[in-house]
């Protein structure tokens, strides 16, 4: 048996599987020694746990011998690997998977090496402190390019220091594959805001332009954008709301599109979302 692999049965089960779990990701192998698929699995796993030195425990189960257990795990072939963590199934496979499916099932388990400096960071822009807070992200990605909270923090952190075209670059890597759809969405919106409200007039000359020409509506859109950054969202919509009043086809429609990039910050269970939809639905429909 390798380092960091254990025979497991009902009686030291709550030991070496549920207790250890809290410590550590535990792998549950039911095999059994009729078993050929169990036979090529069997050493994967044993490789593994030692080139892991440690990251996660391999407790492996003879079906056969402790049929309450698979009974209670709902194993109905084998090999059936669980993956076992603070006590709870979290992910599982069953039958012989090649070395690098085994790996990249492993890895998902495991907390990234990147994590230690995410929370550093994060405690840093709690602080206020930004240039650590950037630092200590950048130094995260570099170590676990893949960490993709991680990288959805740098993109926030370049958003409010306003570096809109690395924020954009970082952004479009992760659109397509990144998985954490709803922040995705929402600093994409951040960012289109960002971007429309970088015309340069400062806020106090964009509302005299719109006090001289209430149809300024470049003006109109600068300043709605400007005001949703600052979370005032409900002036913000009023303004782009006159925007598709006025003119609908306007930059290719971008009032009621900006509309929804606040709806999608906000969320759709918003009190302001669902009344700023009616109040478009209605306009568009007269």
């Not at 429309?196 to 300024?216: F, Y």
Request: proline share 3%; glycine share 6%; with cysteine.
């Amino acid at each position: 048996m390798a380092m960091h692999c254990i025979d497991v049965s009902e009686a030291n089960f709550m030991q070496e599987v549920v207790e250890a779990s809290r410590r550590i990701p535990v792998l549950v192998d039911f095999w059994a020694p009729w078993c050929g698929p169990c036979r090529s699995l069997g050493p994967i796993l044993e490789k593994l746990a030692g080139e892991y030195q440690g990251r996660f425990r391999l407790a492996k189960i003879n079906s056969d011998e402790n049929q309450g257990l698979a009974a209670q795990f709902g194993v109905r072939g084998i090999p059936s690997v669980k993956a076992v963590v603070n006590g709870q199934i979290v992910n599982e496979f069953t039958g012989a998977l090649p070395e690098s499916a085994v790996r990249e099932f492993i890895d998902a388990l495991l907390p990234s090496p990147a994590e230690p400096l995410r929370q550093e960071a994060l405690a840093a822009q709690a602080r206020g402190d930004t240039d650590a807070t950037r630092k200590l992200l950048l130094q995260a990605v570099r170590l676990d390019p893949k960490h993709e909270q991680v990288r959805l923090d740098l993109i926030d952190v370049l958003l409010v220091a306003g570096d809109l075209a690395e924020a954009q670059r970082l952004l479009g890597e992760i659109a397509e594959q990144g998985k954490d759809r709803n922040r995705i969405d929402s600093l994409a919106a951040r960012l289109a805001l960002a971007q429309g409200a970088s015309g340069g007039a400062d806020e106090a000359t964009l509302r005299t332009r719109i006090a001289a020409d209430a149809g300024d509506l470049a003006a109109r859109l600068e300043l709605a954008n400007r005001l949703a950054l600052r979370q005032e969202h409900r002036v913000a919509l009023e303004e782009l709301l006159e925007i598709v009043r006025r003119d609908r086809a306007f930059e290719d429609d971008i009032g009621r599109k900006t509309m929804l990039q606040i709806f999608s910050l906000l969320g759709s269970d918003s009190d302001l979302v669902r009344e700023y939809r009616g109040r478009l639905a209605s306009l568009l429909n007269r």
